[in-house]
């Protein structure tokens, strides 16, 4: 049974950081893109950005670009996502999913490629 659970999520200031952490089991991890999405209320789930299985490519959101960065530990089977420079529009139930790297890259930014997803973290960003 695959699972992937995300941690780090919480309450910070704007202008603040946070550091998610998304741990996955039942897959051969290094095997699987990892993407990050997220959802507001009463918005459509965004894609954030995602790595590849090597951790060797990145690909962001344009409004994520210099803000959020995604890394990975292949020995942890563990993604993660730095989230610097935090906004209030960033609030949001923040999501990680997987997507067999056999099934390339064209796809990374739509959440509907993606096979397995995590149950969310909660980020609430106060000004």
């Known amino acids: 049974q695959v699972q992937l659970v995300e941690s780090g999520g919480g309450l910070v200031q704007d202008g603040g950081s946070l550091r998610l952490s998304c741990t996955a089991s039942g897959l051969t991890f290094s095997n699987y893109n990892m993407g990050w999405f997220r959802q507001a209320p009463g918005k459509e789930r965004e894609f954030v950005g995602t790595?590849?299985?090597?951790?060797?490519?990145?690909y962001y959101a344009d409004s994520m670009k210099g803000r959020f960065t995604i890394s990975r530990d292949n020995a942890k089977n563990t993604v993660y996502l730095q989230t610097n420079s935090l906004k209030p529009e960033d609030t949001a139930v923040y999501y990680c999913?997987?997507?067999?790297?056999?099934?390339?890259?064209?796809?990374?930014?739509?959440?509907?490629?993606?096979?397995?997803w995590g149950q969310g973290t909660q980020v609430t960003v106060s000004s």
């Open positions: 790595i590849t299985w090597s951790g060797g490519n990145t």
């Open positions: 999913a997987a997507l067999h790297r056999s099934r390339g890259v064209r796809g990374i930014f739509l959440r509907e490629s993606y096979e397995y």
